[in-house]
């Protein structure tokens, strides 16, 4: 379980990207978190795993505080928390294999991972992992050759061999058209299902959010605007707090 | 049509600049005392260095071989030497890696002043420490790759991809996996095209160093010079020319391949 207890962040320009907010996502669950460009879903999201710090507040994960912790603590616990990128983040001169199985660094040594001293299992993992995205004859090309929504699925393979149990996701399909959206979208939705994996999803369309999540999310200036079913947030609902804007977004890049 | 609606608006402050340049380039020659007069008035002088120059003494090739493959020796270990202690450290040259700027910071002002002191002053100085020889030209090759090497590193880790590090930094990697997962594969290619390249460099320079004695072929060349054998000097330039050609065309049939 993910836990906000009143968590803010204020930038160093003194913007406020999270205003006191407060709230608890249960294992399983798939949460879509929507709003206009600035609302602060992506720090909402990077803070979980620390990759923004906050402010003020304590964000607690199955017990433990990822605020509180020290560096080591840190990224053991980010060991439990995979990361999809609008931008998939991958190393593109790399091969798909490597890339995935940088899934596991959390796991080795300095020593072990420099010199590519890798176990059996985790290979195996990486190939579990790219059979369940269904790339699996792509393990040794390089990584620049294969097409946004690929590229996308390996990152997705890379949180899989990390054997996390939940997985943010900035943005996964910005950057992808329509077709391959709904993919990538069902990907997410079978991990959750299948696994039980905790998915938190930043989007851009309402329309996807309503379709795939068991929970939507909605943050204006850093509050929570909104917080419900998908049933919950008709149009009228999200019109009157967001105003027509908000259906048009998915239109947007950024 | 007006000038400023074109593509030439510009135009004006470009010729301003042009003619800076012109004026800047006439008072640096008058303040030098450049005199373009003394190419014409010497051309006895001229004449003879060329008569010599142009009828090489093929005879003595045989004996600046050796010399030759000294000077690629020395070219060789001051290349890996330069090379092995500048690629790590240049790391720390970059926030990118440290995240401080106070190290950084540190880091680029002392790869910056061993760049700044010129090569054949600290040839001049080895050859005070170690004495005339090969030793001295590898030293000062070594430290002369270095520089040229940690500038070139620095700002190429500058330039990578950031978005992986973020994603190593998700699953939690440490800072120096992070460096080889993430960085290295993606300037490897480019770090070994330097090398050729700073390869390529030591060779000429080295040409130059055994002036100061340091080894290798440039004392022959400065010999010959001593000596106004303008004919084995000759041969001697030849020569160089040759390799640097072989050596260039091999580096580059490398390089093109590594990209």
Known sequence: ?254 | MKLKDTIHRNLPGQLLILLLVVIAIAMSAHATGADFGLFIRNHRQMGIFMGYFMRPDWAFFSRIIDPMILTLRMAVVGTVLGSVTAIPLSFLATTIVTGNRAVTGIVRLLMNIIRTVPTLLLAALFVAIFGIGPVTGVLTLAVFSFGIMSKLMYDLIETIDLSPLEAAESVGANPVQIVVWSIVPQISHIVASYILYVFEINIRASTILGYVGAGGIGVVLNSALGLFRYDRVSVIILFILAVIFIVDGISEFFRRRLT
């Open chain 1, 1 to 254: 379980m993910i836990e906000f207890k009143d968590v803010s962040k204020k930038y160093p320009s003194g913007v406020m990207g999270l205003k006191g907010i407060s709230l608890q996502i249960g294992d399983g669950e798939f949460v879509s978190i929507i709003g206009s460009s600035g609302a602060g879903k992506s720090t909402f999201l990077r803070s979980i795993n620390r990759l923004n710090d906050i402010t003020d507040g304590q964000i607690i994960i199955d017990g433990q505080s990822i605020t509180a912790a020290n560096k080591r603590q840190l990224r053991k616990l980010r060991r439990h928390i995979g990361m999809i990128f609008q931008t998939f983040n991958l190393v593109k001169k790399s091969t798909v294999q490597k890339n995935v199985l940088s899934g596991r660094l959390g796991y080795y040594s300095t020593f072990k991972s420099l010199i590519g001293w890798f176990s059996k299992k985790d290979y195996e993992l990486v190939k579990d992992a790219l059979e369940r995205v269904g790339l699996s004859d792509k393990l040794h090309h390089r990584s620049d050759q294969l097409s946004g929504g690929q590229q996308q699925r390996v990152s997705i393979a890379r949180t899989l061999v990390q054997q996390a149990s939940i997985i943010l996701a900035d943005e996964p399909v910005a950057s992808l058209d329509p077709i391959t959206t709904q993919k990538i979208m069902a990907d997410l939705r079978k991990i959750n299902q299948e696994l039980g994996k905790t998915v938190i999803v930043n989007l851009h369309s309402v329309e996807l959010a309503r379709k795939f999540s068991t929970r939507i999310i909605g943050l204006k200036s850093g509050e929570v605007v909104f917080d419900g079913s998908p049933v919950e947030a008709t149009d009228e609902v999200l019109t009157r707090i967001y105003g027509e804007e908000i259906f048009k977004d998915g239109e947007d890049d950024a």
